[in-house]
């Protein structure tokens, strides 16, 4: 009997209706969830902030979301060479650096880059305020704590 069953199941074939998996638009994919990447296009992002074991952890957070990095920086004026040499469609940025604040550095990416998509970021969840981050010109603001994936296209996609 236990043969047979094993046969009988190596034998069943499914019907393509239930191999074709359905998509509906109220019940979205991933790829569709992450706006430009549906098309192929891998948005390239940067990241500011003074300390080195974040960056290298918002890098591989970024590229585990579908991002490219495209060069880091340290300070306010590494910022502004970095963005200047790489042109990056999204820049990470820490609201507190040692050579000035992410808001000021925000005004000054906006105003070499008006393409940019500017996210500021604070360990201190008390930093900014999402006005004061819209304020300065940049998309949002989010506390370290809370970065993730599905944060950042909410805020990148409805922008």
């Known amino acids: 009997m236990h043969r047979m069953l094993n046969s009988s199941f190596r034998d ?3 019907p393509d209706a239930l191999v074709r998996r359905r998509r509906f638009p ?10 430009a990447r549906q098309w192929g ?20 957070m970024l590229a585990g979301c579908g991002y490219r990095t495209e060069g880091e920086a340290w300070n306010v004026s590494d910022a502004l060479q970095q963005t200047a040499q790489h042109m990056p ?3 990470l940025v820490d609201v507190g650096l040692p050579d000035g604040d992410g ?10 880059s008006s393409t940019a998509r ?9 930093a900014a305020s999402q006005q004061d ?5 940049a998309v949002g ?5 809370d970065l993730s994936c599905a944060v950042l296209h909410l805020l990148l996609d409805t922008e």
Do not use: C, H, Q
């Open 133 to 137: 981050a819209k304020d300065a010109g």
């Open 26 to 35: 109220e019940n979205p994919t991933l790829d569709a969830l992450l706006g």
């Open 41 to 60: 296009v891998v948005l390239s992002v940067m990241v500011v902030d003074d300390d080195d074991r974040f960056r290298g952890l918002a890098k591989r």
């Open 118 to 126: 500017i996210v500021l970021v604070s360990a201190d969840s008390d």
């Open 12 to 14: 069943y074939t499914a």
């Open 141 to 145: 603001f989010v506390p370290k704590s």
């Open 89 to 91: 469609d999204i820049v």
């Open 103 to 112: 808001f000021e550095l925000t005004k000054r990416l906006s105003a070499l």
